[in-house]
């Protein structure tokens, strides 16, 4: 029996496929590459665009487009005028829970109306109050402007 010696060996596959491996490698850096600089330069020429003076139609507003932080601040505010508001009447919360509106704060002079936060529209508001066994007041504030609700309000 003569056995063929002339075909691959483990050492020819190895080297090639070595060397496939490396040309994969290279591709892939060369096609990131590629993808990386088409997004640059699809970012620098929406940057470098001049609009021409064509009027828009004015797009309406997105329910969901506002400024947390401003809302948040808000909220904040609001809970903040309330305690302060309860401190100075100590009013009977044995009954349970009770409801503080924006404007029994307002009219009281512990704050100021709250706005959205293009500051066209007013902003109902209230806070959900009652006392812990403790004597503490619990102050759950709310918020409803125009794009913005406090959850569960």
Known sequence: MHLNNHGWGMRDMIIWTCILILFLLLATYLIMALYDNISISTNEEQNTQ????????????????????????????????????????????????????IDTLVEKGYTKEIYDETGEKTCSAYSSVYQDGDGDYIVTSRLNCGNYTTEGY
Request: hydrophobic share 25%; no cysteine.
């Open 50 to 101: 001049v609009e021409t003076p064509v009027e828009k139609e004015e797009e309406p507003e997105s329910p969901i487009s506002y400024d947390y932080e401003y809302y948040k601040s808000a909220e904040f505010e609001l809970h903040m005028a309330t305690l302060n508001y309860l401190n100075d009447t100590k009013p009977d919360l044995s009954t349970g829970l009770t409801k503080i509106t």
